[in-house]
């Protein structure tokens, strides 16, 4: 029972404990006063009425006068008995009426019961005594009186009291609603906001609960600003390069590593090795801090580059003291040298506006990624940029063990009919791989999408997303995995199912409404359903991702982030956004019982994820030891190779 409904009902308690008492000394006050009434009338009517009988009754010639006058008396209805009585004690005369209530209730004559009041004179004739006469008053008009008086004052108390009782409930709203905004104010921060009440109430006590209020809302938002700031803090103590803010080498072996090994490899990628030249010479000629400038504003350019490439895998890193990396996943020859050729240009602007002084500003190697071990790879990209080196002042160099062949050497054009042929005909496979608790319970199971071309050869995620993406076919890939899931989800209500979505089909409101359309057929198993982004993309577009949360969110379907923690953006976002787990990125897993940083990293995470009410899940967990060492730091679930391994749900198939 709300507060608002407690104190109503103690009001009208109160006014009914007051209305039974105020009515109760009324009504007694009253009684007393109306007996004592009857009792001054019976005795005046008997005094009155024997003086005037007493020369009448002494003469029997006189019996009908005195019984006309006894009538008379009688009959006015103010009298239930009279009786005369001579001196011998012998009956005269007498009038007796049963006593008669209009309009009374019996209860309320027995709860204020009236005592019939007597009122006795002696009858005298001269010095001769002729009798007594005994006259009792009827109480019947005393109860009409006391019953009118108790209703009149029922009346106006329940009038007032309705009256007040109103006014009260309006004062008690307006008292009380600063109670309303401190719930909305508790309820919005377990939803991970933080607002503030401006209104102060005037009520001395409520002024104090919504300031202790505020001052919580505040100190709950530093704590978390606090904690993420601690973990960004560690995050670039381990992996930025505190000069120029670009990922530092550990990052890159790491990173790059886990996306070769991880459960949907690299298959497609290409890498830039970029070294400044002279940077020796600069710093004898110039001191360090022109070397500083030149490598902050050397790091902004290749950025910038990462930035505008629009790849979400892709990111720089300072290798060492004067060679940069970008890495570029998904991206085919021909777009990998046009990034080279942009970075190469915008370098070579360096030396134009005084950063070095020398024209030779540097060189520039780059390798595709066919297979081959990460060692190889860095080792082919390293000879490019010796190759470039050799080649001359501001080179670039490509690094291409042989020909591309098969799908390695499809055009464009090619790929856009593949992948039309593959929507038409359905030629997907989808896979899935568990995700289990901490307790080794089923949580659900993550679906990944492959494609088969038409000689039915698999095709890598890692080659078709790019060119899905490249030419707008996102949406259908997307739409094809949503109705096979649900498919099966029909058919099996107690299947739980992860699906990957693309972020660029949550900002169309046309595959949205579609989704909506969809699981609003059953919607008491969309909840089977959860739907995952990866962090990195879908950061780009948190007002879309918000919106996407709150409309599937009514259906009771879940949303995650995947691959958190790849990026080095902020994590005060998610205090805002609500979704309801994070897949912590694979290569915060590798061998993290011999990582003390990464176990620092996924131990923060966990803190501020229960914090704020979420699941977080590790995914590439490959051994026993990495298991044991994620569920002593307190994660919810695991997923990857030591867990249980990519299995084939469905062929390709008709849908």
């Known amino acids: 029972m709300t507060l608002l409904k407690q104190l109503i009902l103690m009001i009208v308690l109160l006014f009914t404990l007051l209305f039974c008492g105020t009515v109760y000394l009324s009504v007694q006050n009253s009684r007393a006063f109306l007996t004592e009434q009857l009792t001054t009338i019976s005795q005046d009517t008997a005094t009155s009425l024997g003086m005037q009988l007493s020369p009448l009754i002494l003469d029997k010639n006189n019996q009908v006068i005195v019984q006309s006058m006894l009538d008379a008396v009688f009959d006015s209805g103010y009298y239930r008995k009279i009786r005369i009585v001579d001196v011998e004690g012998k009956l005269v005369i007498e009038r007796t009426a049963p006593p008669h209530v209009n309009q009374v209730p019996d209860w309320f004559i027995r709860l204020f019961h009236i005592e019939t009041p007597t009122g006795e004179a002696l009858m005298t004739s001269g010095w001769q005594q002729a009798g007594t006469i005994t006259i009792a008053a009827n109480p019947g008009i005393a109860y009409a009186s006391l019953w009118a008086s108790s209703m009149n004052a029922l009346y106006w108390f329940l009038g007032a009291s309705l009256f007040t009782l109103c006014i009260g409930v309006v004062i008690l709203h307006f008292v009380l609603r600063p109670l309303k905004a401190v719930e909305q104010q508790a309820m919005a921060i377990c939803n991970r906001e933080y607002p503030e009440q401006s209104e102060i109430p005037w009520t001395l006590d409520l002024r104090s609960v919504v300031q202790a209020m505020n001052r919580m809302t505040q100190k709950v938002k530093e704590m978390f600003a606090e904690q993420a700031a601690s973990i960004e803090r560690m995050r670039a103590e381990a992996y930025l390069d505190t000069l120029t803010g670009l990922a530092n080498r550990r990052y890159f072996d790491l990173h790059v590593k886990q996306l070769l090994e991880a459960d949907e490899p690299l298959v497609h990628g290409a890498l830039l090795f970029f070294e400044i030249s002279h940077l020796k010479e600069i710093n004898d000629q110039k001191g360090f801090r022109v070397v500083d400038h030149l490598l902050i504003e ?66 520039i190697g780059g390798a595709m990624y066919h297979g081959q071990r990460l060692n190889n790879w860095l080792s082919e990209v390293d000879l490019a940029l010796r190759t470039a080196q050799s080649e001359g002042p501001n080179t670039m160099h490509f690094f291409t063990p042989q020909e591309a062949s098969g799908m390695g050497a499809w055009s464009a054009s090619d790929w856009k009919g593949i992948l039309l042929e593959a929507l038409n005909s359905h030629r997907v496979e989808l896979y899935t791989q568990v995700l289990n608790s901490v307790e080794d319970q089923l949580i659900h199971r993550e679906v990944f999408l492959r494609l088969r071309d038409e000689l039915g050869e698999q095709i890598p995620a890692g080659l078709f997303v790019p060119m899905a993406k490249r030419h707008g076919l996102i949406q259908e890939f997307d739409r094809i995995v949503i109705e096979l899931c649900w498919q099966e989800v029909l058919k099996d209500p107690s299947l739980k199912l992860a699906i990957n979505l693309f972020p660029a089909s949550i900002s169309q409101p046309n595959f949205v409404n579609w989704l909506m359309a969809l699981l609003g057929e059953k919607p008491e198993l969309a909840s089977q359903l959860s739907f995952e982004l990866p962090e990195q993309e879908a950061l780009i577009q948190l007002d879309d991702l918000r919106a ?108």
């Open 548 to 655: 996407f949360i709150a409309q599937v969110g009514t259906l009771g379907v879940e949303v995650g982030l995947d691959n958190f923690g790849r990026g080095f953006g902020s994590f005060t976002y998610l205090s805002t956004l609500k979704v309801h787990y994070l897949k912590v990125d694979g290569s915060f897993s590798k061998d993290i019982e011999q990582n003390r940083e990464n176990q620092f990293f996924v131990d923060a995470i966990v803190k501020i994820a229960h914090g704020l009410d979420l699941q977080v899940y590790a995914k590439s967990v490959e051994t026993p030891a990495e298991q044991a060492m994620l569920m002593s730091l307190r994660v919810d679930g695991a997923q990857g190779y030591g867990i249980g391994g990519t299995e084939l749900w469905q062929k390709a198939r008709s849908l």
């Open 298 to 363: 050397s790091g902004q350019i290749i950025k910038t580059l990462v930035a505008e490439s629009g790849n979400p895998e892709a990111f720089a890193a300072r290798m060492s003291g004067n060679t940069f990396a970008a890495f570029f996943a998904g991206i085919d020859q021909d777009k990998a040298r046009q990034l080279a050729s942009h970075l190469s240009h915008n370098l070579t602007g360096l030396h134009e506006r005084g950063m070095t002084p020398f024209s030779d500003v540097g060189h």
